[in-house]
């Protein structure tokens, strides 16, 4: 599976951006996927995740209530809706699949740059 993602911009606070992350090859609807970021000078953290069916989310504390994961499997697209964006939202933004024997995330797309202006 090879990803790509895109989406990503300059937007004020309290705005909204809508990421998305292509996938190519024919397992996509049978893995799990996730948004990471990092910011600079920091480590890369967890943002959301997804099931293979799109049945199970999860968000990290610091975006939960303001983001939105979706799949759309038809389309080998994983989605990450974001409002009311923070300056401390800031980073740049990966998609990944996640293994499902090892439950690592093990393939990466190229990050789309996201900065929140205040």
């Known amino acids: 599976v090879q990803l790509q993602a895109s989406g990503g911009g300059l937007v004020q606070a309290g705005g909204s951006l809508r990421l998305s992350c292509a996938a190519s090859g024919r397992t996509f609807g049978t893995i799990a996927m996730g948004w990471f970021r990092q910011a600079p000078g920091k480590e890369r953290e967890f943002v959301a995740s997804i099931s293979w069916s799109g049945g199970s989310t999860a968000y990290a504390d610091s975006v939960k209530g303001r983001s939105a994961i979706s799949r759309d499997n038809a389309k080998n697209t994983v989605y990450l809706q974001m409002n009311s964006l923070k300056p401390e939202d800031t980073a740049v933004y990966f998609c990944?699949?996640?293994?499902?024997?090892?439950?690592?995330?093990?393939?990466w797309g190229q990050g789309t740059q996201v900065t929140v202006s205040s």
């Open positions: 990944a699949t996640r293994d499902p024997r090892t439950l690592g995330w093990d393939r």
